[in-house]
């Protein structure tokens, strides 16, 4: 009998991950991964929840609509 073993990448890469806005650092790092505002952030989880992937997408919906100079 053989066991496989899964690495830390492999096991997250089944779990959507969430953005957590009540910490500051998680934010912070959050605008960063996505090149964005920590304000913009906190707006997109506000407006369609804490799932990183829904946020993206959000966050690339919205793009068009922003001044340049966000």
């Given at each position: 009998m053989t066991t496989t073993s899964t690495s830390p990448?492999?096991?997250r890469a089944g779990k959507s991950e969430r953005?957590?806005?009540t910490y500051d650092y998680a934010v912070c790092s959050w605008a960063r991964?996505?090149?964005v505002?920590?304000?913009r952030v906190k707006?997109?989880?506000a407006a369609v929840g804490d799932q990183a992937e829904v946020v993206r997408a959000?966050?690339?919906s919205t793009?068009?609509?922003q001044p340049s100079g966000y």
């Open positions: 990448l492999q096991a953005i957590d806005v991964h996505f090149n505002s920590e304000k707006e997109a989880v959000h966050l690339k793009a068009c609509e």
